[in-house]
Structures are given as C-alpha cells and as structure tokens.
Nanobody, 113 residues
Framework: QVQLVESGGGLVQPGGSLRLSCAASGFTFSNYAMSWYRQAPGKERELVAGISGAGTVTNYKDSVKGRFSIFRDNRKNTVYLQMTSLKPEDTAVYYC??????WGQGTQVTVSS
C-alpha cells in the first residue's frame, strides 16, 4: 500500500531554514508527481509546491516563490522541500501528497522567535 512519511519539521527562528523530507513506498515513485501542502490552525489545507515525476517541472504557491524549493531523488523514493527565509506565517503542519488521495501524517513547522 502507498505510504508517505514526512520528517524534518521543527521550531526555527524567522529567517531560518528547514528541509522537509517525504519517504514514499508502495508505488512506482518516479511515475507520479508529488506535492507538499500545509495547514495552519483554523485554515484550510493549501498547496505549497509540486513536482513532476521526472523532477523537471515544478510549481509553487506565490508566497513561497524564491524561498522554497521542491526537489526529488527517484533513487531514494524521496521528495524534499527546502525552505529558506522562513516567516511566522509559514507556521503549519506540512503534508506530502501523491495521486491526489494519498497523504502522509504531516510534520509540524513552527517559525517563531
């Protein structure tokens, strides 16, 4: 069965950086696009970034463009989200997603001084 396991979240000061990882299993990883979503308290879950199966096409939410980078390693069945210049408004639970319906358990990112 499809499994997605996120890691790498934590507490970071404004302006800091974090790298999230999502380890995937149960499907042919390189055949599918992957996405990162986030959900802040009291808000709806929103798409942050996506990447094609080959890793050649990416897309980003406007507010993270230039600060976040999504990339993948198809040898390791892992997708990453490199986050820099973090802001308090980036605080949320971050989720990995594939094929629209499969989700990881999420990893908490808190940006605070």
């Amino acid at each position: 069965q499809v499994q997605l396991v996120e890691s790498g979240g934590g507490l970071v000061q404004p302006g800091g950086s974090l790298r999230l990882s999502c380890a995937a299993s149960g499907f042919t990883f390189s055949n599918y696009a992957m996405s990162w979503y986030r959900q802040a308290p009291g808000k709806e879950r929103e798409l942050v970034a996506g990447i094609s199966g080959a890793g050649t096409v990416t897309n980003y939410k406007d507010s993270v463009k230039g600060r976040f980078s999504i990339f993948r390693d198809n040898r390791k069945n892992t997708v990453y989200l490199q986050m820099t210049s973090l802001k308090p408004e980036d605080t949320a639970v971050y989720y990995c997603n594939t094929q629209a319906s499969f989700w990881g358990q999420g990893t908490q990112v808190t940006v605070s001084s």
